[in-house]
């Protein structure tokens, strides 16, 4: 299944072992997020090696999102099971580090008693949980249930009214995200992200751990009211952008949050910058095995709002149906795109054009369209045609073809972007074509499809996308040994030996024959070119060839057969292929030169 929205899964306790995240890719997911606020640096490294190992299985890029906790307020360890609490009763929140147990719940914020006071709410696990505080007893919290349930270890904690100063990044964020960048991870989510500054912060943090000068992109996630009184300049800022549901709905009112989403999710669309929307879109299924409508309904329309990626959190991670979660989001995404698939483009379409970048991109999207391309393709080293291109959302796949590793990876978390692995050539028309060629080799493309093709010119150092191509992929009707380093268009004539003298040869014909005599001299010097079985060192035909500088391909055997008088082929006698040439792209060499006595064997324009 190949969908443009990219699927983001939540790694957890059910979905850690190696045969389940294989399954889970092979379903949908694109991108393994790791939550830094469970787990060790053990465990997390365990993941790690698995999902590499899992990716490889599933013969797909799949990149790791590590997930900072930030200044996050959590719960401690409960005992086994969890804790039911219970609406009515009273219980006692403690900064000591024990074991939560009935009556008394440990927190992992050590100054939670000097930032409230009594008639102050707590929620508890994305507010499913609310308590009321009674009274403040020194590091001992009061407090009353009033809606009560299943608590289980490290629930996140909020307070909707407090004011609390904790810094942005913390120390256990500054390990975790050494570890990060150790482990060369692809993505980093800052968790409770308020100022832009904050982001430029751990820019510059990762700016001094990371190796070779690769800057690991950031994404910031929207949880707090501050961050969307400073959405613009976080934005800017960012390379992505999270918009996290869960504590924003209780740090915001939750009917709030729908015309938020929205307006976050074209913000990031208006300036090309990937948004991934998040939390409950399938909660139900952590339970059951399918969701409610309402969820389906939720998934969809986040897709429709433009989001690059979906993402799932308890639904794999602790989940009792991850495979499920998956191929439901799945399946609702590629209904989606089969219907409106590309309705965000034509809301973008008017908005290109500030940088010559864009403009090219834009422009890339428009040809696609109007030819019904199969697909652009992008050959790339940093990534950013792909991502340039993904902003204007065209109707076909985005084919970036990179030659290094991190950024495949990095690139699959934007819409409708299907990065591979290929070497890099030498000048511009070896990189173009090679990256046609990896596309279809991963059968993104086949022969007769016209595929348009943009990036930068090597020889213009590269940096910038400056260039775009129409490329039709050839279907290729014979293979042979080609006797020059020549492209020629023609019809094909069909002759055999002897040929009579009264033979007439128009200049844009290609002879196609078994093999040649001294019969075929007049012929052969009139003709555009010659592709003939005799393969034989010393034959006619190679002699003839050399004599008159004629483009030859020898050796071409049963598939002579499909070379019938009049169609349009190509000799491409460098790479010793004829491959068809549809009659919509027909021009007669002749006509296509400068003058009436242009030269034989004109090559095809580029």
């Not at 279809?440 to 191509?469: F, P, Y």
Request: aromatic share 2%; hydrophobic share 45%.
């Amino acid at each position: 299944m190949r969908l443009f929205t990219k699927i983001v899964c939540t790694i957890g306790p059910a979905s850690r072992e190696p045969e389940m995240l294989t399954r889970l890719m092979r379903a949908g997911m694109d991108v393994a997020r790791l939550n830094f606020s469970h787990g060790d640096s053990a465990a997390r490294l365990e993941d790690i090696q698995h999902i590499r190992a899992a990716a490889e299985q599933a013969g797909k890029p799949v990149a790791i999102l590590g997930d900072l906790q930030g200044p996050k307020l959590r719960v401690g360890t409960m005992q086994e099971g969890g804790v039911l609490l219970t609406a009515g009763e009273t219980l006692t929140l403690t900064t000591e580090h024990v074991v939560g147990a009935p009556g008394c719940i440990p927190v992992q914020y050590e100054h939670l008693p000097e930032v409230v006071e009594p008639q102050d709410r707590i929620l508890i696990d994305d507010g499913l949980l609310e308590l009321v505080v009674t009274a403040v007893r020194g590091s001992e919290i009061i407090a009353r249930v009033v809606t009560g349930g299943l608590l289980d270890s490290n629930k996140g904690l909020n307070l909707p009214r407090a004011a609390i100063s904790i810094p942005a990044i913390t120390e256990k964020d500054r390990e975790d995200l050494a570890f990060a960048i150790e482990q060369d991870l692809d993505w980093i989510a800052l968790s409770f992200v308020r100022t832009a500054s904050e982001v430029w912060d751990i820019k510059a943090q990762i700016r001094q751990l990371s190796a070779f000068g690769r800057q690991t992109p950031v994404v910031a996630k929207i949880e707090k009211p501050e961050a969307i009184d400073h959405i613009d300049d976080i934005i800017a800022a960012s390379d992505g952008i999270m918009v996290a549901r869960g504590d924003l709905g209780i740090e915001i009112s939750p009917e709030a949050v729908p015309m938020l989403q929205k307006m976050i999710i074209t913000k990031c669309n208006q300036v090309g910058k990937p948004v991934i929307t998040a939390t409950q879109m399938l909660d139900s299924m952590i339970r059951n095995p399918r969701p409610t409508r309402a969820e389906a309904s939720d998934v969809a329309n986040a897709i429709l709002d433009g989001s690059d990626a979906i993402m799932l959190s308890g639904e794999t991670a602790t989940g009792k149906y991850p495979l499920e979660a998956v191929q439901t989001m799945a399946r609702i995404a590629q209904e989606v795109e089969r219907v409106h698939l590309n309705v965000p483009r034509r809301q973008l379409a008017a908005r290109a054009g500030r940088t010559f970048a864009e403009a090219v991109a834009h422009a890339s999207v428009e040809t696609a369209l109007d030819l019904s391309a199969a697909a652009i393709v992008t050959p790339t080293v940093s990534g950013a045609t792909a991502r340039t291109v993904s902003r204007f959302r065209p109707p076909c796949p985005i084919v970036a073809v990179t030659p290094r590793p991190f950024v495949q990876r990095e690139l699959v978390i934007f819409w409708g972007v299907f990065p591979l692995l290929s070497q890099r050539g030498q000048d511009t028309d070896t990189v173009l074509n090679e990256a046609v060629e990896a596309a279809q080799r991963a059968e993104h493309v086949k022969e007769g499809d016209v595929v348009v093709v943009t990036g930068g010119s090597v020889e213009g150092g590269g940096g910038t996308t400056n260039l775009m191509k129409v490329h039709l992929i050839e279907h290729i009707l014979a293979r042979g040994l080609g006797l020059s380093d020549r492209k020629v268009i023609g019809r094909v004539r069909r002759l055999e030996a002897p040929v009579a003298p009264d033979v007439v040869i128009k200049p844009d014909e290609i002879v196609v024959t078994s093999h040649t005599d001294r019969t075929f001299l007049d012929v052969l010097h009139k003709a555009l070119g010659l592709i003939t079985t005799d393969a034989r060192p010393g034959a006619h035909c190679r002699l003839a060839a050399l004599e008159l500088g004629l483009p030859t391909i020898v050796g071409v055997q049963e598939s002579i057969d499909t070379l019938t008088d009049g169609m349009h082929i190509v000799m491409d006698t460098k790479r010793g292929l004829v491959y068809e040439r549809p009659p919509a792209l027909w021009r007669p060499r002749d006509e296509a030169a400068a003058g009436p006595a242009a030269p034989r064997g004109v090559e095809e324009g580029a």
